[in-house]
């Protein structure tokens, strides 16, 4: 690795950075320690965690962020084992509610029993599945007029809301710090309330969570985890009313935030409610839009339906694509570093822990201290505490700024991306690691997709890795923990080995980052950030290799993996994959060209579909072109 990073004053800094992070946003908006950690954690634990003395506890902290109006995806996390199973158990649950109501309620009952002692915002989601089912109850028996039922829900509402919000949020004077978790938590109160008919008292609640996101400056990446439930409560309130306008306003504006940001949170749901508009007064444009949105329900219907997807879920708020287990972590640490368990658990400063609790550490039994977290890493020739942001910066504008040039990338826009390229090197200090390989990342990008050149862009990305990467000469490479930038870079070295016709090179590093990336998965069946494009390369790889089967295979599991997180952005051309491979697959027989003519006519036309809804005009103009070929 380059440059002397690993001192301890380097490593204490870099550790902190995301405490730092935080203090400086929320001392920009004028928020007080205990306003930040009301309902969460103690004013004191909180310090604590700004100074890096402690760790970020995944749940916590991840809405800690959010009331900043800070996503957590900018991050890489550690959580414990403990900590994933609860987030996998969540997630079931969430899969369940409202369309299994008997499954759904069982496992709630397991949750329940498996973890008595729960954090506040636990309790608060499962006072909200556990609303969510008796409202699915109240809908399957007609009870739109049992006020003395919406009183029960309105009052279980009220104590969701209470698990982490005090009394007043309702209060415009009063400072009330709201993740998008807690919001939906409020606007139950505000369904309740229309349950009662307490119609005005419904529309202050759905206002104050509707404006609530503008109010706080939130960007429209945070925003668009709470618009759209919103918008469903607005629209209902609005359809009781005979005011369609209103309606038709409320669902365009979530329409096109969750389109704008490739997300399908409640997306469905926002359709089939746009699919109860009518009225006078509709101008032309409007009515093809509503007529646009009805396109869109039957897509993602049939997409759902083809995955296996259920059609209507309820979302945590949180996820664990940015996350890894820390027993994991450690354990494939030392086995790239080659140490047996006797030998890791020392350093220069004496022992860390002992063989045995390395071992239950790495099995997922226990979690270790974040002092000792830190240590071991270090041990292994790597840094990071609990959680890290992308980069080497305390500033949220470098971090957004990075994730605007990603997604530029991602969508071709290489003016933009130089453009971005150098905004971005005048907010950094390219001493740092991660920033230096960033930009060698960027760098080596544009001269591939831009110039074509294989040679020196592989010359970059090698570069570009091992900043952070330790050479594997005679190690085994498969074992090193790849970060989400690692695993991007990495996956475009295998591509240029593939398209130098390097297949076994190739195949080399396939089998490493795709081996890394399974450990981590286990116990959430969660792939971590990076997936997406290592997906697109192995499908090509295989291509090569006319391995049209396995690769559909990978596509197909890429697209489930995709569905799973709220943010779709490549989900239309793992579509586009399936398509092609099918039809490869069937070329040259026409036994085969029969049977498999119906799946790549609908996985081209499901990425068609999803293409236009993300607005991925590189990709639909490319499916314009290949309209003929695959569909007459």
């Not at 004053?9 to 203090?23: D, I, P, Q, T, W």
């Not at 933009?416 to 060698?440: C, F, S, T």
Request: hydrophobic letters at 40%; glycine letters at 6%.
């Amino acid at each position: 690795m380059e440059g002397n990073y690993n001192q301890t004053e380097f490593v204490r800094e870099y550790n902190a950075a995301c405490g730092k992070l935080f203090r400086e946003e929320r001392v920009r908006r004028g928020v007080s320690l205990r306003e930040a950690a009301s309902g969460l954690l103690s004013k004191t634990a909180l310090e604590k965690m700004e100074s890096g003395e402690t760790g970020w506890r995944k749940l916590t902290g991840d809405i800690l962020f959010q009331r900043m109006g800070i996503l957590p995806d900018y991050f890489e996390m550690v959580a414990s084992g403990d900590e994933m199973e609860r987030w996998r158990l969540r997630e079931d649950i969430c899969l369940l509610v409202p369309d299994r109501v008997g499954e759904a309620k069982e496992r709630i009952m397991q949750y329940r029993r498996k973890y008595p002692k729960r954090e506040a915002l636990e309790e608060q989601f499962l006072c909200k599945v556990e609303l969510f089912l008796l409202w699915k109850d109240r809908e399957a028996k007609g009870g739109t007029g049992e006020l003395l039922a919406g009183e029960e829900l309105l009052s279980m509402a009220e104590a969701a809301v209470s698990c982490t919000v005090p009394d007043g949020w309702l209060n415009e004077r009063r400072t009330f710090l709201l993740a998008p978790s807690e919001l939906e938590a409020i606007l139950l109160v505000g369904a309740g309330q229309f349950a009662c008919g307490r119609m005005e008292e419904a529309w202050e609640v759905q206002s104050f969570v509707w404006n609530y996101p503008e109010k706080r400056q939130w960007k429209n990446r945070m925003a668009v985890q709470i618009k759209p439930q919103a918008a469903l409560l607005g629209m209902e309130l609005a359809l009781r009313e005979e005011d369609s306008r209103k309606a038709f306003e409320f669902a365009r504006e979530a329409l096109e935030l969750l389109r704008g940001n490739a997300c399908h949170c409640y997306l469905l749901p926002l359709l089939e409610q746009m699919g109860r508009i009518s009225g006078e007064g509709f101008s032309e444009g409007d009515w093809l839009y509503l007529r646009g949105a009805d396109e869109f329900r039957d897509i993602f219907k049939r997409i759902y339906h083809m995955s296996g997807y259920p059609e209507n879920r309820v979302w945590q708020g949180i996820s664990v694509e940015n996350t890894r287990e820390a027993g994991i972590t450690l354990k494939m640490l030392r086995k790239f570093a080659g140490k047996p368990l006797d030998k890791a658990v020392f350093d220069d400063d004496g022992i860390i822990v002992t063989r045995r609790q390395l071992e239950k550490i790495e099995s997922g039994a226990h979690k270790p201290s974040y002092t000792n977290y830190q240590r071991l890493v270090h041990r292994y020739g790597k840094l990071g505490g609990w959680m890290i942001p992308m980069l080497e910066t305390d500033s949220i504008e470098v971090l957004e700024l990075r994730q605007e040039i990603s997604s530029q990338i991602g969508f071709c826009q290489w003016d933009k991306v130089e453009a971005g390229m150098e905004r971005l090197r005048q907010k950094v200090d390219i001493a740092y690691p991660r920033v230096r390989q960033e930009l060698l990342f960027f760098e080596a990008i544009i001269l591939l997709e831009r110039k074509g050149e294989l040679e020196k862009s592989l010359e970059l990305l090698q570069k570009a890795l091992h900043v952070t990467v330790p050479e594997w000469e005679g190690k085994d490479a498969k074992w090193w923990v790849f970060q989400r930038e690692e695993i991007i870079i990495a996956s475009n070295i295998l591509d240029i080995y593939r398209e130098m016709g390097k297949l076994a090179e190739a195949k080399e590093w396939c089998e490493a980052i795709c081996f890394s990336m399974e450990q981590q998965k286990d116990r959430t069946n969660i792939m971590h950030t990076g997936y997406a494009i290592l997906m697109e390369v192995l499908d090509n790889y295989l291509g090569e290799l006319r391995l049209y089967e396995e690769a559909i295979d990978v596509s197909k599991k890429a697209v489930s993996n995709y569905l799973k997180q709220p943010r779709i952005g490549t989900l239309d051309r793992a579509y586009y994959r399936i398509a092609w491979n099918t039809y490869e697959a069937a070329s040259g027989s026409a036994q085969q060209d029969k049977r498999l003519q119906k799946q790549w006519r609908e996985a081209f036309q499901a990425s068609e579909g999803i293409a236009a809804f993300v607005r991925d005009n590189y990709l639909m103009r490319h499916l314009k072109d290949k309209r003929e070929k695959y569909l007459f």
